[in-house]
């Protein structure tokens, strides 16, 4: 027989299970905690953590030594981990990197490889510190081998950045996994951060902070020890002249614009390639004028490859929208260094070619300082690690160990926290040499508490000496190390320390020879000792130690300038019609949009169209003159006529040079030409210059707009010439050119004649005033302007017969009437309007 199944609410005997109490507010051992939390409170606490980290740990970099976590993490490596001082062997970037995250940065191997990469890289950093062996990448922008071919080691200057490591001159902290310890912030002994700059994106906020020269940062940092009150302006006089990129190039911004960008610590400086005629050109023999002139390149603005450049040259050379340039070659090798060389037609052209470059290719730049960087809490207090009244206590010949005073005095203290700040020339350097006195600080005391130790054995020594004989004997008769250090403690006034040291001297040094040794020792380290404790009392001493050290690095490691200082006024202006050869030319566009320029027409009915399609317009233009198409949408698209396609076929359409929506269609199209467009006038009493347009929309609203707006050249977008409602739309756009009344024609065959100087003329875009009063479903057909009495508006009805309405029979009425009934049985179908004339380029000249 089959067990039967425990039911619902009873036990498997059938027994009635007892319900287990819990008392209110007691959780079940083992089951977890639920709370309930507030999902937007949540979410911004979570957020506001990652933030945070990305700031602190990672896109930011320290303003003290001017690097960032996982920069300042492979330093460390290579330099107390690996020993990869200068002149070592080098050691495969796949060992660095792998130490790195796996020891002190646990983050993926590609970021911190990138990092190492970056800082070997000349072009990059303006004062590389890392020595590297094989492919690190080059200026063309090629990437660099990966790390298990490439080899590295540390450069001089970075060893000086870590060159006091040992010193208790900095905090350290726990490593990720608490295995280890690792510097806070490095012994920095010059500003690197202005020295080799700095990029990131944070949450919230980003640093862009330009490489300088060495010498130059140095100066300004010796002058604000000099004089605390400098103002940004005198730093700059003394020192910074403005940034100074690894690639050179030439600063085109005005001085009162880098001056702003260092006192706001935000701003833009423009930067453009160097470029010169190739001095082998005037050494050939019998070179004529006519002969193509060969420039060089030879920098570079910061941060462009040259890849990308020869790129960008190679491409307007053959889409020949340069005619000037030939060609461009890259000629960079190890001898001369970066040389990009381009080939214009001659000499008197090269101006104009450079200046189309720097408009159109990445030979110039806007370099956008932004000089953010995370900073001590209390970077800007009156607190420093400088205490002269406790120094004062500090003699030779006290020895402890463990005094109180000493300990303060030596101990590097803890790390206070970061916080982002975006910093003027002044701050940047006032952050430095605050740090750079506690850390100079720091390093005398660690040098003093050394001296001190070696000073208090040495004092051992001496008492020792003057009973030789006696303390020999004491140890003679001892029973071992332990018995023979207590007899001599007892015999002596030694301490332990003093005591052990003298039992593990060797007996050589007992002779008369050494003891002049050590007490010529003893003599040296007392007078550094005191030296030291001086210094550490005056505080214009240690400043003047510091300038003396800066001034040693930077004549060291300085070198001369490489980015040049120039003015906006060497900026020429940007003429583009200067690269377009004139000539006039035959603009045409149809019915659909598709427009196309000839050189010759000879007949409308000849030119090619689309099927369906027909010829809406022809236009007479210069190459260097533009054509405005206005669209039903109340748009108005300028566009040059040098870019529109030269063809003998279809042409192409309007939209694949324009932002024309779907559906959209041109309804006019005028030439800006001043040989068959007037050029602008004031007209009393109109806000806008004549010469005016006359606009009509299919829902009745007239207006007359001004052309002179719609003249320059537009984006892609266009601008608006008449803001519409609801679904109306634009269906005649003309130049009114002396038309005094304008015939109005609807779909019910309605026609309205009215004076033009009726329709007031709008100061910008707007939705006009109402021409005719419309029916309901009526709309308007079409527009006929009136220059002569002779003019006819010319409809076609429903019945495809013509019908002309002339100004004789239909006088003129009020603007805004329901117009004319001229048919009870049929209505209008089309508005006629003469076909395209062709130009008469003989009377235009």
């Not at 104009?352 to 290719?361: D, F, I, N, R, S």
């Not at 007479?620 to 870019?643: H, K, M, N, R």
Request: proline letters at 5%; charged letters at 30%.
């Amino acid at each position: 027989m089959a067990a039967s199944s425990p039911s619902s609410n009873g036990s498997a005997d059938g027994a009635p299970k007892k319900k287990r109490r819990r008392k209110k507010g007691v959780r079940p051992e083992g089951r977890p905690e639920v709370r309930y939390v507030s999902l937007a409170e949540e979410t911004r606490r979570r957020y506001l953590n990652y933030a945070l980290s990305v700031i602190g740990s990672r896109a930011l970099p320290d303003a003290r030594d001017g690097l960032k976590p996982v920069q300042r993490r492979i330093l460390y490596v290579m330099g107390r981990e690996l020993n990869l001082a200068p002149g070592t062997k080098t050691v495969k970037c796949a060992r660095i990197v792998g130490d790195t995250i796996g020891k002190y940065h646990p983050h993926g191997d590609t970021a911190a490889y990138d990092t190492l990469v970056r800082l070997a890289q000349d072009h990059a950093m303006r004062v590389p510190l890392v020595e590297g062996q094989g492919n690190f990448g080059s200026v063309l922008g090629l990437p660099a081998a990966a790390a298990r071919y490439t080899e590295a080691r540390l450069t001089a200057p970075a060893m000086s950045l870590m060159a006091e490591l040992g010193k208790n001159t900095v905090p350290t902290r726990p490593t990720y996994d608490a295995e280890r310890t690792e510097p806070v912030v490095f012994p920095a002994a010059f500003p690197h951060l202005l020295v080799n700059g700095a990029t990131g994106i944070a949450v919230g906020m980003a640093t862009n902070i330009p490489p300088h020269n060495l010498r130059e940062v140095v100066n300004s940092a010796c002058h604000l020890i000099d004089d605390p009150d400098a103002t940004v302006a005198a730093l700059m006089q003394k020192g910074v002249k403005g940034p100074d990129f690894p690639l050179g190039g030439r600063i085109v911004s005005d001085r009162t614009d880098i001056r702003t960008a260092y006192e706001e610590g935000r701003g833009s400086i423009k930067v453009r390639a160097m470029w010169d005629f190739d001095p082998e050109d005037d050494q050939q023999k019998g070179r004529r004028k006519a002969q193509p002139a060969r420039l060089v390149i030879d920098s570079l603005p910061h941060g462009v490859t040259s890849g990308a450049v020869i790129g960008e040259l190679k491409a307007l050379a053959e889409s020949r929208k340069l005619p000037q340039m030939l060609e461009a070659d890259d000629e960079t090798d190890r001898a001369h260094g970066l040389r990009i060389v381009v080939t214009v037609r001659g000499k008197e052209d090269a101006e104009a070619v450079m200046a189309y470059l720097y408009k159109h290719t990445a030979l110039e730049q806007n370099f956008a300082v932004n000089l953010t960087a995370l900073v001590p809490d209390d970077t800007f207090a009156a607190s420093e690690d400088y205490n002269a009244e406790a120094l004062q206590g500090l003699g030779v010949k006290e020895a402890g160990d463990d005094d109180p005073a000493e300990t303060a005095l030596i101990d590097g203290g803890a790390d206070v926290p970061l916080v982002p700040r975006r910093l003027d020339l002044k701050q940047l350097l006032r952050v430095f040499l605050d740090f750079r006195l506690q850390t100079v600080t720091r390093r005398l005391k660690h040098d003093l508490r050394a001296l001190r130790r070696r000073i208090h054995l040495l004092e051992g020594y001496e008492i020792l000496f003057s009973g030789i004989d006696r303390a020999l004997r004491l140890i003679r008769e001892s029973n071992g190390k332990a018995d023979a250090r207590e007899k001599l403690m007892d015999a002596f006034p030694l301490d332990e320390r003093q005591t052990n040291s003298i039992l593990e001297m060797m007996l050589y040094k007992i002779s008369r020879l050494e003891i002049d040794t050590i007490l010529g020792e003893l003599a040296e380290k007392r007078a550094e000792a005191d030296r030291l404790v001086k210094l550490l009392s005056d505080k214009s001493a240690l400043w003047a130690l510091i300038r003396t050290e800066l001034k040693e690095i930077g004549d060291r490691f300085g070198d001369r300038r490489r980015t040049t200082l120039g003015g906006s006024e060497e900026v020429e202006e940007f003429d583009p019609t200067a690269y377009i050869v004139r000539e006039d030319t035959n603009v045409v566009l149809t019915r659909d949009g598709w427009i196309k320029r000839l050189g010759t027409i000879n007949a409308v009915d000849a030119l090619r169209t689309r099927e369906g399609d027909e010829t809406l317009c022809v236009l007479g233009a210069s190459t260097l003159d533009a054509i405005v198409f206005f669209a039903e949408d109340g748009t108005a698209y300028t566009l040059p006529v040098e870019q529109i396609p030269a063809s003998t076929g279809y042409g192409e359409p309007l939209g694949k040079h324009v932002k024309l929506d779907d559906g959209v269609k041109i309804v006019a199209a005028i030439s800006t030409d001043q040989r068959f467009t007037p050029l602008d006038f004031e007209v009393e009493g109109t806000p806008s210059l004549a010469p005016h347009l006359f606009v009509a929309t299919e829902q009745g609203q007239v207006s007359r707009v001004g052309l002179s707006s719609f003249r320059d050249v537009s984006t892609r977008g266009g601008r608006k010439f008449l803001r519409l409602t609801g679904d109306d739309r634009v269906i005649h756009v003309e130049r009114v050119d002396g038309a005094e009344s304008v015939f109005l024609a609807t779909k019910k065959a309605r026609v309205l004649h009215f004076k033009v100087d009726s329709v007031p003329v709008l100061a910008g875009p707007g939705k006009g005033v109402k021409g005719i009063d419309l029916e309901k479903s009526d709309a308007v057909l079409g527009a006929q302007l009136c220059r002569r009495p002779s003019d006819v508006l010319h409809v076609l009805n429903v019945n495809e017969k013509e019908l002309p309405f002339g100004q004789m029979k239909y006088t003129p009425t009020g603007r805004g009437g329901k117009g004319v009934k001229t048919s009870q049985r049929t209505g209008f179908k089309q508005v006629l309007h003469e076909g395209p004339d062709l130009v008469d380029w003989a009377a235009a000249k």
